[in-house]
């Protein structure tokens, strides 16, 4: 595009959103938001927008519905201001997980937040790693929708031998997932059967899969309260798996997740930075800036992304 290409970030992750600007060798624009006595949030651009290709990184990270209207605000905003085409990039889009009717009178509401985003003016959304990938038809508007799972499988190609490995997903939401790691890592898979007790607790119903004396690696979209990945550690070890590791494309570690972790037998935890890294003896972070400045440099000059999807 023969636009100037402007990157922009909300409060939600900084870091990231600076870490693309530099890997886009570019300085990240100047905005400022601000909240009212009311609690009203106000969102101003610093800087011209005009003719602008404007791409704001947001991750939907508590808290979530500060973040989703700072970022409703600001697509509003650019749009007002003049810019040519406006790309919601939402490394993190948690309301992914809201994408079914599986109960009566509930909202699907990663389907409303995508009619919010279109209607606020985005033009565009770059996100990863969606909790179910259908989320994407949602949009009306080209959604290019990244992988973590080069970067998952390279750290577990370096961390860990694969030798007598076997690749676990630690529910039947994650099977696809779990099966193309498995696939590139050329290893074995096997898969939990998870049944959520609530919000915060889940229960293991079966183990599939052959994993004694094996090292198991379990992938995830997401590592909430931890819940799922301490109960699947369980399952794994009682089953006979010599050592747990786990890797997520989003570490979002609410609630009771590091003490979870801290006291689980699992080895270590790995999550990329869409969400702001925790600190922890067993977690590392993979950060996938690279990543989202490639497809953001794609993007604006109208080339191919989809090499970066698998
Ligand atoms: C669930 O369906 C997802 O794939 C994750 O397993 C889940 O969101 C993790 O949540 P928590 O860490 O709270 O168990």
Known sequence: MDRPLLIFSGQSN?????????????????SATQRFANDNLFVRFEESLREGDVFIVQSLTPPVQDHLMELLMMVDAAKGASAARVTAVIPYFSYARSDKKDAPRIS????????LLQTAGADRVLTMTLHSPQVHGFFKVPVDHLSAEPVIANHFATRVDLENAVVVAP????????????????????????ERVSDTEVRVRMLVGEVKGKTALIVDDEISTA????EAVEALLQAG????????????YVGPALERIAQSPVKEVAATDTCPPKVGPKLKTLPVA????????RIHRGESVSSLFT
């Open 171 to 194: 529910d039947a939401g994650d099977l696809k997932r779990a099966s193309s790691l498995a696939r590139r890592l050329r290893l074995p898979l096997a898969f939990i059967d998870k």
């Open 108 to 115: 699907i509401a990663a389907r409303l937040i995508a009619d």
């Open 290 to 297: 690279p990543i989202f400045a490639e497809a953001i440099w």
């Open 241 to 252: 798996a010599k050592e747990v590791y786990a890797a997520a494309t989003h570490g979002v």
């Open 14 to 30: 900084k870091p990231l959103a600076q870490a693309i600007a530099e890997a886009l060798g570019l300085p990240l624009g100047k």
């Open 227 to 230: 819940g799922s990945l301490v």
